[in-house]
């Protein structure tokens, strides 16, 4: 396994491979590496000739008051991990080689689906999301990129910019992993305190509740939200947004929900100072 930290050198390594004909798998990621990146990265490497995961902690994701500056990095231990899960390089660049004159001018927008959800409470977080995966996409060449679906709306995000900016690759979903408590791992999860990670089972409980409400024939909307809703406000969790959606659009869903419908409830919560979000498909 290879550690890379330029632009050049990752092309020089992969651009023969490509030529010979392999299938190179990438897995973005920014670092903090836990067992829900070790699942992408076995996907790659059990689909494809070649895995690049690249470690790039990405500034312009993060909103002034967010938590760059707190963000777990650890590359020594990240290559350990990527390694081990079966992955051939880790390409982590430096800020200055990803973005060498500043912050970008040039972006990468959806400007409605940015606006919406995660995006309404996090300003600049997608456009930050999909400029970094563009560069990502361009530097690798890659065939196929894997992304756990905890991040709901950035993996929708990520396969309609492909399909609008006809990016040469394939997009593969990974479901989410979560711990025997049904806690959804995310690097986050080291913020929280052994009684906030206890209390923040509320969001998988409540989604849970809904999702066997809806299996039960339950179709309204309201009924539905509350049940998450009251899951995590019964576990002191403050809750940003509970949104049942459409999953091929996107678009959120009101009233009754049609059963030719299929559905994802989506939620963002605080548990104390942790920013937690996870969803469930109906
Ligand atoms: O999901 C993440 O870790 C990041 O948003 C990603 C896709 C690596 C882009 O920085």
Redesign the pocket.
């Known amino acids: 396994m290879l550690l890379v930290k330029t632009i050049d050198e990752l092309r020089e390594q992969l651009k023969p491979l490509a030529r010979q004909g392999k299938k190179i798998g990438l897995v ?3 670092g903090a590496l836990h067992n829900g990146h070790g699942a992408l990265i076995k996907a790659s490497a059990a689909e494809c000739d070649v895995t690049v995961v ?1 470690v ?1 902690l ?1 500034p312009i ?1 993060f909103g002034k008051n967010e938590d760059l500056g707190k963000y777990p990095v650890r590359l020594e231990a990240d290559v350990k991990l990527a390694e081990s899960m079966g992955a051939d390089y880790v390409f982590a660049p430096s800020v200055a080689e990803m973005y060498p004159d500043g912050s970008p001018m040039t972006t990468v927008r959806d400007e409605k689906l940015e606006e919406m959800y995660c995006g309404a409470y996090r300003p600049g977080h997608f456009r ?2 999909l400029t ?2 563009s560069k ?1 996409f361009n530097i690798s060449g890659a065939d196929v990129a894997y ?2 679906e905890k ?1 709901y709306q ?1 993996v929708f995000m ?1 396969e309609k910019m492909v399909r609008d900016l006809n990016f040469d690759i394939k997009i593969v979903r990974v479901p989410i992993v979560r711990e025997e408590s049904g806690l959804a791992l995310s690097s986050r999860n080291e913020y929280l305190s052994s009684d906030e990670k206890y209390k923040a089972l509320g969001i998988h409980e409540g989604l849970k509740k809904a999702k066997i409400a809806y299996s039960s024939g339950e179709r309204g909307v309201a009924k539905l939200r509350d049940l998450v809703l009251k899951s995590i406000l019964g576990n002191r969790g403050i809750v940003q947004y509970v949104e049942i959606v459409d999953r091929r659009t996107l678009q959120r869903c009101n009233g009754l929900l049609p059963d030719d419908i299929p559905v994802t409830i989506l939620v963002a919560a605080f548990f104390g100072k942790t920013r937690l979000i996870d969803n469930i498909e109906l």
């Open positions: 973005p990621t920014m690249s790039f990405n994701q930050g999301v970094v995966v990502l992304f756990g991040d950035q990520i």
